[in-house]
T-cell receptor, first 111, second 115 residues
Framework: SQQGEEDPQALSIQEGENATMNCSYK?????LQWYRQNSGRGLVHLIL?????REKHSGRLRVTLDTSKKSSSLLITASRAADTASYFC???????????FGTGTKLQVIP | EAGVTQFPSHSVIEKGQTVTLRCDPI?????LYWYRRVMGKEIKFLLH????????ESGMPNNRFLAERTGGTYSTLKVQPAELEDSGVYFC?????????????FGEGSWLTVV
């Protein structure tokens, strides 16, 4: 199955520092999406990267994808307390859009 | 444009009772998905509708769960009878194209507690 693994499981940093989260997966993908979940809230879509892309940026977010290593990383630069949340990668494989989620990284940004 | 909306946002029911969760996808999105996250565990796929048809229901845990999408618009997920292990958050999501490559948008979730 396509279960994704994320590391670290938890990350605590000071405001202003950069946060990097990694996602590894098992089978080939069509695209990979990153989501954020604030405590008690829904999943907010952050960024989608396709299998033929290697890097994408959106504001303070930078996502990389290495299909040869079956891994992706999410970098949040100049973190803020409001970035405190759980972050999930979600992989799409096959012909339909169903995604499989990674285990998540819980990020705490200390003011 | 309204996002994916889910109702109720929170529900507390007793074991053995029935709960029906509703999801309104983004207008025009043919694809509708249900996922859930039980306490402390990963987010798991339940099923996928394309319009009113069930495309994939491989993640439905057992026959206590029934999902419908009559008319291809909103969807309901009924749990009957509810068990303690059904507690968790149920997410609905929708997307536009059938072929992979488009963003999947999630709702705020329906938080279910079975006591």
């Amino acid at each position: 199955s396509q279960q994704g693994e994320e590391d670290p499981q938890a990350l605590s940093i000071q405001e202003g520092e950069n946060a990097t989260m990694n996602c590894s997966y098992k089978t080939s993908i069509n695209n990979l999406q990153w989501y954020r979940q604030n405590s008690g809230r829904g999943l907010v879509h952050l960024i989608l990267i396709r299998s033929n892309e290697r890097e994408k940026h959106s504001g303070r977010l930078r996502v990389t994808l290495d299909t040869s290593k079956k891994s992706s990383s999410l970098l949040i630069t100049a973190s803020r307390a409001a970035d405190t949340a759980s972050y999930f990668c979600a992989m799409n494989s096959g012909g339909y859009q169903k995604v499989t989620f990674g285990t998540g990284t819980k990020l705490q940004v200390i003011p | 444009e309204a996002g994916v909306t889910q109702f109720p946002s929170h529900s507390v029911i007793e074991k053995g009772q029935t709960v029906t969760l509703r999801c309104d996808p983004i207008s025009g999105h043919d694809n509708l998905y249900w996922y859930r996250r039980v306490m402390g565990k990963e987010i798991k796929f339940l099923l996928h509708f394309v319009k009113e048809s069930k495309q994939d229901e491989s993640g439905m845990p057992n026959n206590r769960f029934l999902a419908e999408r009559t008319g291809g618009t909103y969807s309901t997920l009924k749990v009957q009878p509810a068990e303690l292990e059904d507690s968790g958050v149920y997410f609905c999501a929708s997307s536009h194209d059938r072929v992979s490559g488009n963003t999947i948008y999630f709702g705020e979730g329906s938080w279910l507690t079975v006591v």
